[in-house]
């Protein structure tokens, strides 16, 4: 499976992106992971065909994640955005959904979001 992002970009705190994901096909899990420069890419969110979601703790209330199945699509709304949550954002696939991103097959190319 391909994946593209988009969406990333330069906002001020407090400020809001949305961050897309096309898919070449649709796969069981579907996630968003970052990585800030020098830390280890971390798990931001997942959604698995049935709908049901988890957030990273950092991130709950403030960032929503979903996907449209017929249009091979996944979002993630990004609210209340701070400085903290600046990295690389990377759209990943896989056969079902965890945290770590070693199960995951398929990534993007990764799209920049900073915050200032």
């Known amino acids: 499976v391909q994946l593209v992002e988009s969406g990333g970009g330069l906002v001020q705190a407090g400020g809001s992106l949305t961050l897309s994901c096309a898919a070449s096909y649709t796969r069981t899990c579907m996630g968003w992971f970052r990585q800030a420069p020098g830390k280890e890419r971390e798990g931001v969110a997942t959604i698995d065909s049935d709908g049901s979601t988890t957030y990273t703790d950092s991130v709950k209330g403030r960032f929503t994640i979903s996907r449209n199945a017929a249009k091979n699509m996944m979002t993630l709304q990004m609210n209340s955005l701070q400085p903290e949550d600046t990295a690389t954002y990377y759209c990943?696939?896989?056969?079902?959904?965890?945290?770590?991103?070693?199960?995951?097959?398929?990534w993007g190319q990764g799209t920049q979001v900073t915050v200032s």
């Open positions: 990943a696939a896989g056969d079902f959904c965890h945290s770590s991103p070693s199960p995951y097959s398929a």
